[in-house]
């Protein structure tokens, strides 16, 4: 019956799509949020997780069992969702996802919207509930499933199945958090809950805010327009303090590590030791340029050892906590860029560095995994290509690299309990998405499950990738060209640049239409070229070609892209009279920055939610890569755009969320003042009640409002 | 020699236009703020000020003196400011006005920057200074000059010449304010200190607003944006509370009147007896529907009586103090519109009405003061047409008017202490300024001095004035119609229609080009027209005019302003095609009102400050035209513009400015939120750090962006 519904829903889908060969894509089908965008968002109709050496699919609300993987078309039908929703004495809502064991257990953890609770596949009965609490957030089941500790308001609790609740913390004061992630969610934090291995301890962030100054957002949705505060330590000013607390779920106490002074310094990549006795914690100062490995006992709260430090001019930044290896509580894996790109070093915990695992001009994504004997360990790489992700494993004694996918693409995976096989998740430019099984001794791939290409048949316009050198004439930058689907080369087309540019990203790569979006498609279907470039100061490329822009932001990356000007104007069928950049958040910045750097280039810029100067911006990332402004005024100074609000030539556009949190709307406040001061006009709009992105139905309004700024300016001009 | 310097001014004035017949005027030039905007603004070089019976001519800072009115040439010249400056024993700082006495005493009160004094004229020497403290404001001399008055942040203060100070209150709650102006300076209130007529007492008002709900302002300007509250009361919601109290400068004791419940009442247009020993207050109910004058005595704050009751089923709305009749404290002027216009009522004190003093589909729009005997009173009236404002004077016995002038025009007066004499200062459509002196027994007009046409000798737009007929096809509106100066009837000119349209207002008069401002000139060099008409529900037209839009605003206005659309486009020379709109204030509200009511009439708007639903707006003004939301749901829904944003389809342009205490930001972020919910596009523009108007020379920014607009989106498209 499981094939038989594919079949229909296929022949239904290319039957509708032969029709409508030059069919004209809207926003609302293009753009998430779009009443009709999950109809033309690649889907892959099967997802699929490791169950020890089973594998476990889930199509909809049904799990299906592989119990061979060497056989995946013999899967046997396990249970629905609903039923397990049925059998809950006292319902906690609607199932959205199950969590398999990795060991094999066929005990799951189900996640319902009022609570989460344990589950028996093979006898079919529930184990146990944990409500959610009313306006409770950040659960965490122990790994022991037998607490759950969450987060009300600021305070921290624990819960156990029988409904029986501990507060971890009693704290009043809403300046201070207990048990949410910290430091702005910089340094890979994105949780403030750590349980030990076995469960019987918590380790968690306590984050004093008392001494940060308030930014005041506003609500006008309230009968009484009002005000909510946010706490936003400002480049060079007051920042937050941060403590870590490790609560005994025995004897319900806390305890302190003794984490010491300076306290503003940053306390992050928190991991336990596999015995559950020492916590390690990785500390930076300020200044973000010296990383202190820092163990401490778990039980007192005593500083143990610096395991070792790493320094750097510009700045360092840890994103992986220790990862012991498999069955080896003395050997760990450490992920550092100290030698220029992302490689795994192998310690031992006494500090002492056994092995550098990889080496090479290239980068270390992401961890997988060890295989059953932690011999080998699984990653994934930017080898050969940064466009690409594929899926490698080192061994540890031999130091021998394999790649075990074939094709390229953006690759992760997931591996089963022996190590044995691994689920390969992947998309390339011209495939939407597919998940292949691989066997990793013969290196064999089976197709499991693969999405259609949601424009079917139609004429679509066209993804090109290539390469232009960067401003220092030795750099290959990567870009996508879009062309409109019915192409003319003698014609003279006018061009959208879509720029973001900052650190921590990466905009050209070889997944799906080479990660070309919904707008793009949009813009090149109004018969504008689109084109995308990585410039100097984004990531995956290593440290020199990340921090070249360091303490002077914007200023290489606008050369950069005006690189990519220069190359798009020696394309025969670009109107350079006729080119407009649109970006958002550090895009925002480098379209204003690129419109008042190289004026005259752009008629028409689109800048959403954008920084104008960076003291306006946070401690955390903006000191990493700023310093603070006493340090190095002369570079805020050179990154500002309040300073060159006077150069306005083009049509520009400023677009912020009135409540954006992130970058603050002082920004764009500031900015207009600068420009009504030296007597420019850009214009602006404003999305009340958003933050700094407009999510949900808006965002179609959003791109209807860009998309009319580009038509405005530049087509009927 | 004064005669030689303006004599020398003329020349060169005219010598440098006629060699720039054909000048196209700057925003600078025209827009006040502007760099250029004092050299084409026309400037009366002489002002005037009655001292008893003789006429004190203040040119710059040198003062002469007329003594005998019948002979104006024959002048004395008595002091230069600076004189008085240099005379301080301590620095006040720079002098920049005189208030001469109106009994003709040689002493001056003189105002500088830093404090206030006495100066006696004859003998060139000072009698007293008073230094304003720090940061104090409201400064108000007692009229016997013995005490300042002053508040500093919410408290009131007296000091003497000698800089003693007594604190009239001692608050700390910052929500309670007192001896400033209350209920939002409506009711004519624009001050919240009223000395007795002896200075022996002094009333005071105090406002408690701590039960007044905050709106959020938010200063950008800061390192960090910080919130400045300010006590907004929306319609509906609770009102603030307002006492009146009595300060005795003998005792230093402060009595409080009896103004009992309830206690969200109008305490109003506070005035002494002539003895000092009652307070008048006319006292409104919260519902504005009735008015009550009642009397309190300053001793003991007991209430007295109430002499009489003034009901009306939409509203009353006194803005005039009584009026004792000069040397009969028997007797005072009443100022209502009880039998549909503004007149003038002859009362005694027991509360009985000896007689209406003057009649007639026309208004008193202004009282100017008793002649000496106390026969005949002064006051200036819309008799014969509601486009002049004429001097005229009634004998309280005869009841017979006369009146001064002879020129039509917009006239005010200043009256010599005998009577016999007055300055006639006015201007009209084709007279950019002057000030006559008028013998009131001959009717003999004597020119004393005449602002230059700042425009010159250049061909300027004209300026037309003309009536079309109201939606109820019977009453006359009047607008004025710019036309460009060079104008070829057989040509199609695009239109801007400048709008305000609410109460107390009137936009179209005979003064200096009918009123029209520097921009309306600067689209006309543009090639627009340019039209401007007061529609039913603005003011000096009676209350029926006005009160027709009673509890649903918007509507009215609106169908009177498609009148005027209508005339627009039976002109042979308007292009219906393009024609846009702006107005701010209730002309924003009017804008977008207009936009949407009657969609596809305007191709262009530019609303600034606008109000977009009536329960935004404060209690004073929102209740009194709409009663509250409770009482009125229906009302509320009709003039809403937030649930028509849907009905959008020209280009609109929102202005606002974002710490606006007045029409709080609240209107326009809930109007964009309404409009992206409804897929339609209005765009933005914000002044940072501005309020409800945009001052200084930003408001040259601000016009060179609406007219940014309309060239945008009427030409060209």
């Keep these: 019956m499981y094939k038989q519904v594919i079949f229909i829903l296929i022949l239904a889908l290319s039957g509708s799509l032969s029709a409508q060969q030059d069919k004209q894509f809207t926003l609302e089908e293009l753009i998430p949020g779009g009443k009709d965008y999950a109809s033309f968002y690649p889907r892959i109709p099967v997802q699929y997780q490791w169950n020890g050496n089973s594998l476990a699919a889930i199509r909809n609300d049904s799990v299906w069992m592989i119990g061979n993987p060497a056989r995946i078309n013999k899967k046997t039908f396990i249970i629905r969702f609903n039923k397990i929703e049925e059998g809950m004495a006292d319902s906690l809502g609607s199932i959205s996802r199950l969590t398999f064991s990795r060991e094999g257990s066929s005990v799951v953890q189900f996640h319902a919207t009022g609570g989460t609770g344990l589950y028996d596949l093979k006898t079919k009965t529930h184990l146990s509930f944990f409500r959610y609490p009313e306006q ?21 609790y624990v819960t156990d199945k029988n409904g029986r609740e501990w507060p971890v913390s009693d704290e009043s004061n809403s300046g201070i958090v207990y048990g949410q992630a910290v430091h702005r969610n910089e340094f890979g934090i994105n949780g403030g809950i750590f349980w030990s291995p076995s469960g019987r301890k918590m380790a968690f962030y306590r984050m004093d805010e008392t001494m940060v100054s308030d930014y005041p957002l506003v609500d006008v949705s309230a009968r009484v327009a009002n005000v909510k505060n946010s706490k936003y330590p400002m480049a060079g000013m007051t920042s937050h303090r941060v403590t870590i607390g490790v609560f005994d779920t025995t004897t319900k106490e806390t305890i302190w590590l003794k984490t010491g002074e300076p306290d503003d310094h940053y306390l992050t990549n928190i991991a336990w030791s596999p015995d559950g006795k020492s916590v390690y914690v990785a500390e930076l100062n300020r200044a973000q340029n010296r990383m202190q490995l820092n163990r401490y006992d778990a039980s007192t709260g005593h500083f143990d050892q610096t395991l070792f430090e790493e320094n750097h001019s510009a700045y360092v930044e840890p994103e992986n906590p220790v990862l012991f290896v498999k069955g080896n509580e003395e050997q760990f894996i450490w992920q550092s860029r100290r030698n220029g790109y992302n490689h795994l070093y192998l310690y031992d915990i006494t500090g002492k560095m ?16 060890f295989d059953e004997k932690g011999e080998h360990l699984y990653f994934i790489s930017t080898l050969p290509s940064p466009l690409d992700r594929h899926i490698c494993s080192v061994a540890l004694k031999s130091g021998r690299i394999t790649q075990h996918n074939t094709l390229p693409g953006m690759h992760t995976a997931m591996l089963s309990a022996s190590g044995r096989y691994l689920t390969d998740r992947y998309t390339a430019h011209d495939n939407p998405g597919r998940i292949d099984l691989i066997d990793t001794s013969s290196g064999k791939a089976t197709l499991l499950s693969r999405a259609e290409n949601p424009f079917g048949g139609n004429n679509m316009p066209t993804v090109e990738l290539g390469r232009v050198k960067a401003a220092d004439k030795v750099t290959d930058l990567y870009y996508r060209l879009i062309k409109p689907a019915v192409f003319d080369a003698l014609k003279k087309y006018p061009v959208a640049v879509y720029v973001y540019g900052g650190p921590h990203s990466q905009m050209v790569s070889n997944r799906w239409r080479y990660g070309s979006g919904g707008w793009e498609t949009y813009m090149a279907q109004k018969g504008y070229i689109v084109f995308v470039m990585d410039n100097r100061g984004t990531s995956y490329r290593g440290s020199a070609f990340e921090q070249v822009t360091h303490r002077r932001l914007g200023v290489v990356e606008a050369e950069d892209q005006m690189r990519g000007v220069e190359f798009l104007k020696s394309l025969p069928y670009v109107d350079s009279e006729r080119m407009g950049i649109h970006g958002w958040s550090y895009g925002g910045f480098m379209t204003i920055n690129m419109l008042l750097r190289y004026p005259g280039v752009f008629r028409v810029g689109v800048a959403g939610g954008p920084v104008i100067d960076w003291k306006y911006y946070e401690v955390m990332y903006g000191e990493r890569y700023m310093d603070t402004p006493q340090e190095n005024p002369e570079g805020y100074e050179e990154s500002s755009l309040l300073n060159k609000a006077d150069r306005l030539q083009s049509r520009l556009l400023i677009i912020h969320g009135d409540e954006d949190p992130t970058v603050v709307m002082q920004h764009t406040l500031q900015f207009l003042k600068a420009s009504i001061g030296a007597g420019t006009h850009p214009d602006l709009f404003l999305y009340p009640g958003h933050g700094h992105n407009m999510t949900g139905h808006d965002r179609v309004h959003l791109h209807e409002h860009i998309t009319r700024y580009f038509e405005d300016f530049i087509r009927k001009e």
């Design 136 to 156: 409770s957030d950040n659960h965490l089941l122990s790994p022991d499933h037998t607490y759950l500790a969450f987060t009300k308001e600021n305070n921290l």
């Design 354 to 369: 056994l092995k550098q695992l990889t080496d090479g001009t290239w980068e270390v994504t992401e961890v997988t995994g």
